[in-house]
């Protein structure tokens, strides 16, 4: 191909391929962490409601530094702010091993606080991957990136038990790993030619977050993406603490995470097609319905097959539920206007992570297994009014959403 033909970087596949390889090593992260910081919490909390502490602070974390990471977007461009997150992840996670290392359980939150910076960061890969493919593909796009979680579903549970026991303290070398996956994804990301950011963003054009709000389309996909986000997170993070309650092992819980991931990022494949066809609101009421179903499968035992069968569903149904809430909060906010609009809905997903990490912790290891997906039906229910609300006002407030 001559250089005349070459597609122009705002519309390179390969950049895409790449980011959704940087996707699926970021969930490599997430999954991992997800698997052992509880348990680790546990191992060397004061108290057991402690446990979840750790993954509180991956979630804070991401919440103090969306602010943060929304300027250095707007001031140095998506690569570059991209790279700092990786430079991050990999200190935070030589840091965690340190601290496991040394059983210090507070320098792990502090730790995990500081990936938190990461996660704020790779938070905003779906919204460059409509960047990269332009607004005739953006659905597709943000879909397809979210697929490679793929990566991180095979990828992080296996990792957590072959790395479990490498070195003295149990665990210590997951992290070392996942600082590897940082350096490799740094790599992938340097080969990334993103669009440049509008003028106008940078010198603060556009309407305030206030404004924003006015409109009830940007309200519904702020609540639903992060209450979606909540629910899931809520029982995901406390899988491996219920199944070792429930006498499972650890290989057994890393076995059920596997198959929740790959129910979170399988859909990717086809849910941008889904809502190009349907609609945002159509696909996120049935995601809606599968996190209903992933509840009932949950309150009816707790076999391996059980937990394994109402986390893949539970997957299945964040996948539609967040990718809609994203795709729709595209149709609501000009380009100049996309880092303070991102910046406010990564706040609304990780601050509502944040309360779900701590809560997972404190009702598993007090309540018990089926009072917390007991609790997880007002969050839905919330979710259910929402959509309910702005399917009705569609025509009026989000020309075409609806399908």
């Known amino acids: 191909m001559t250089a005349t033909s070459t597609p122009p970087p705002a519309r390179s596949p390969l950049g895409l391929w790449l980011l959704t390889l940087c996707q699926g090593l970021f969930m490599t992260n997430n999954v991992a962490f997800i ?54 992840a990999f200190g935070s996670a030589l840091l965690c091993a340190y601290a496991v290392i040394s059983a210090n359980f507070w320098l792990l939150c502090v730790a995990t606080l500081m990936a938190g910076y990461y996660n704020a960061n790779a938070a905003l890969y779906r919204f460059a991957a409509a960047e990269l493919a332009g ?37 210590a070398a997951v992290y070392l790993v996942l600082a590897g996956v940082a350096v490799l994804s740094a790599a992938l990301m340097q ?96 995601g809606l319905a599968l996190n209903a179903v992933c509840v009932a499968i949950a309150l009816s035992g707790d076999s391996v097959a059980q937990f394994t069968v109402a986390l893949a569903v539970l997957g299945v149904g964040w996948n539609f539920l967040f990718t809609g809430a994203t795709t729709l909060a595209l149709t609501t906010y000009r380009p100049e206007e996309k880092d303070r609009a991102q910046g406010f809905l990564n706040f609304c997903v990780f601050a509502t992570l944040a309360v779900s990490a701590f809560s997972s912790g404190a009702l598993v290891t007090s309540q018990g297994w089926w009072w917390l997906n007991a609790g997880s039906l007002l969050p839905l229910a919330i979710i259910g009014g929402a959509l309910v609300v702005l399917m009705r006002q569609a025509p009026r407030a989000a020309p075409g959403v609806a399908g």
């Open 35 to 88: 698997a052992i910081n509880g348990l680790v919490g546990f191992s060397l909390a004061p108290f057991g409601w402690m446990a979840t502490l750790p993954v509180m602070g991956y979630v804070v974390g991401g919440a103090l530094s969306t602010g943060l990471v929304a300027r250095s977007q707007a001031a140095w461009g998506r690569r570059v702010s991209f790279q700092i997150g990786l430079a991050v």
């Open 135 to 171: 607004p005739a593909g953006r659905d597709k796009a943000v879909s397809w990136v979210l697929a490679g979680g793929l990566i991180g579903a095979v990828i992080g549970p296996n990792l957590s038990v072959l790395a479990r026991d490498a070195l003295a303290a149990p665990f």
């Open 191 to 286: 080969f990334i030619q993103f669009p440049k950011p509008p003028a106008q963003s940078a010198a603060g054009g556009g309407r305030t977050v206030r404004e924003l709000l006015r409109q009830p389309t940007f309200v519904v996909a702020a609540a639903c993406g992060a209450l979606a986000y909540g629910v899931m997170n809520l029982l995901m993070a406390a899988t491996p603490l219920a199944m070792q309650q429930c006498g499972h092992s650890f290989g057994q819980a890393a076995f059920v995470l596997q198959w929740h991931v790959v129910g979170m990022f399988a859909p990717g494949f086809f849910t941008g097609h889904l809502i190009a066809r349907f609609g945002s609101l159509r696909v996120m009421a049935v």
